[in-house]
């Protein structure tokens, strides 16, 4: 599976947010994790609306978590910036195959996909920013 630049920088600027443990302006982060800032705001926003991080208005304003890094999941933030996680398109509800009671490999793509949720679950914004 190959996830998307949009998760990749995601990842990347909540994990710069946390790290610092104080509010980050969006150039800040731009600058810093080197993600152009018009992209960087839809993705902010995106964070943003999922619960993630909160805004301070204001001349010193930026953004934080909205909860301990020891409480978000990399798999939430992936589910959230994805659109989709499935490793095949079988797995997508209403996808409607014609071959998917005899097909030899439906059930590994569903092994696959709990696999990644159940590996990206463990891993928090915590145990990234402790690297």
């Known amino acids: 599976m190959k996830f998307s630049t949009t998760t ?7 994990v710069y947010i946390a790290r610092k443990g104080a ?14 800032v018009p992209y960087l705001e839809k993705i902010i926003l995106k964070l943003s609306k999922a619960g993630f991080i909160k805004v301070k208005h ?20 992936v589910t959230t910036l994805e659109k989709t996680t499935y490793p095949a398109p079988c797995l997508e509800k209403g996808y409607g195959c014609p071959r998917l009671k005899d097909c030899p490999t439906h059930s590994i793509w569903g092994k696959i996909d709990r696999s990644i949720h159940e590996t990206l ?11």
């Open 8 to 14: 990749r920088y995601g990842l990347r600027a909540i």
């Open 23 to 36: 509010i980050s302006s969006v150039r800040e982060i731009s600058a810093a994790e080197d993600i152009p």
């Open 58 to 77: 204001g001349a010193n304003g930026g953004y934080y978590l909205s909860r301990p890094a020891n409480k978000i999941s990399v798999d939430e933030i």
């Open 121 to 131: 679950g463990k891993i928090t914004l915590e145990n990234l920013i402790k690297r």
